[in-house]
């Protein structure tokens, strides 16, 4: 079995690793992947040297070498169409088609659709123009939050406490283009822990996974600003399980409902970020695809064969996975400057001495060397009978790493314990 993998960071090591563990003792290739994911040992890799937005090219590689499944992780091959391309060829692809996709690169779309199918998220309004934003704005007051209707790499949100804010990021959205021409979303404030809900999804087909937590800003207190992802835990102890199982009944199936409805049925990862309001669940957003960092926690705690789970959902055949009991806990080792300007090529010690899981997001090697690649570096995960124990075990891995260049967040999963 021929498994082709999209995508060059951390999540894209984790699907692997988790693949390669499969009894089906698949062959994989990964685009272009990075060279931390040949430390995957159960199962023959191999790095493609094709970028995941080269749709033609990718297309062409698998049909060539006759892949069997091929898995996407990055949401920009998803945008490009790449599981249109690859379905109208006859080829099994786990991800969702162009128009699917909207759900995570339209915020408008995804905001209608849940309107018109009464999936609980917060009030809003759409615009183009500065001046009806404005005076909405006026009417409504802060706090409010505003987004920008397109990809923004999760930095086209400004979650506003005043007016002033919130006229600011409006100026800078719709008077400055400042991501491009584009509308904003304006939307009701919401308040309550955040939790991210991946599910494997085809059609009205819906398998939940377990729900993990992820830390959005680069700094200790949940200061500074918002990145990809600095650290990510699952369980989340703060969401009850009932709360869970209610946001699969009445969010994540009826939005797979929804998306098949409109003619654009899912197929893929349909990720919901929600919020535990007073209220009960709400959406914050849904991605079409696996979160970054939160795969790299989810995929260890899945005990059952991801590949084997893939096909036969891609079947429509019932699936039940099954979950490991401990808990696992993952610090991001970032370059200093992320999610800002930041250098490349930084020498990391000790890497081959850890005992830990590691997740390569940005790395590679020289010679014997491994040096840093990116923003978001590594990822190192800790496991535990409880999180207390899996955050300490994360950390002391993450202390005996040398590189003065990294840094990272010191209280991942601190509340939570
Ligand atoms: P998003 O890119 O839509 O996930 O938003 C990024 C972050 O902004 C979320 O993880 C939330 O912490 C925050 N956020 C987004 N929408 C809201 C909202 N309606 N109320 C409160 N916080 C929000
Ligand atoms: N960790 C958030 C995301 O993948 O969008």
């Known amino acids: 079995m021929k498994v082709l993998i999209i995508g060059r960071g951390g999540r894209e090591h984790a699907i692997a690793w988790k693949i390669a563990q499969s009894p089906l003792h698949p062959q994989l290739y990964i685009a272009p992947g990075n060279e931390g994911m040949l430390t995957i040992t159960d199962a023959p890799v191999e790095l493609v040297p094709i970028d995941e937005n080269n749709t033609s090219e990718l297309l062409k590689f698998a049909l060539e070498n006759k892949i069997d499944l091929t898995i996407v992780g990055p949401e920009a091959a998803l945008m490009n169409g790449i599981a249109d391309a690859f379905q ?28 018109r199918y009464n999936i609980p998220t917060a009030a809003f309004r759409t615009f183009e123009n500065y001046d009806d934003a404005k005076r909405y704005l006026n009417e409504i007051g802060a706090p409010i939050v505003i987004k920008y209707d397109g990809l923004a790499a999760g930095k086209g949100v400004v979650v506003a406490m005043t007016v002033e804010e919130a006229d600011n990021a409006l100026k800078d959205m719709l008077l400055d283009n400042h991501f491009g021409q584009g509308k904003v979303v304006m939307e009701e404030f919401l308040e309550g822990p955040e939790f991210s809900l991946l599910t494997l999804v085809n059609g009205e087909q819906v398998v939940p996974l377990v729900i993990a937590q992820d830390h959005k800003r680069a700094f200790d207190g949940d200061k500074g600003p918002n990145t990809g992802g600095m650290g990510a835990y699952s369980p989340v102890p703060v969401i009850p399980q009932t709360q869970i ?26 990720y919901g970020g929600l919020m535990l309001t007073q209220a009960g669940p709400k959406v914050i957003e849904f991605n079409a695809r696996f979160g970054d960092p ?54 990391i010690k000790n890497l081959d001495k850890l005992n830990q899981l590691v997740f390569h997001m940005g790395t590679k090697r020289d010679g014997e060397a491994w040096l840093s690649n990116g923003g978001r570096v590594l990822f190192v995960v ?14 002391e891995g993450v202390r005996q790493l040398e590189c003065p260049d990294l840094f990272y967040r010191n209280d991942i999963g601190w509340q939570a314990r």
Not at 323 to 333: I, K, Q, R, T, Y
Not at 382 to 395: N, S
């Open 382 to 395: 800790g496991k535990g009978a409880t999180l207390a124990e899996a955050q300490q075990d994360a950390y």
């Open 245 to 270: 199982d209610w946001a699969v009944e009445h969010i994540m199936k009826p939005m797979a409902k929804a998306l098949a409805n409109e003619g654009c049925p899912f197929c893929g990862v349909l």
């Open 88 to 115: 109208e060829a006859g080829l099994s692809i786990f991800g969702p088609t162009r128009a699917a996709a909207q759900i995570e690169g339209s915020k408008q779309f995804a905001k209608e659709l849940m309107q």
């Open 294 to 347: 939160e795969t790299e926690v989810v995929l260890p705690k899945l005990k059952s064969d991801l590949l084997q789970m893939m096909l036969d959902i891609l079947q429509h055949h019932e699936v039940n996975p099954e979950f490991h009991s401990e808990a696992f806990l993952g610090v991001v080792l970032a370059a200093k400057g992320y999610p800002g300007k930041y250098g490349k090529g930084f020498e």
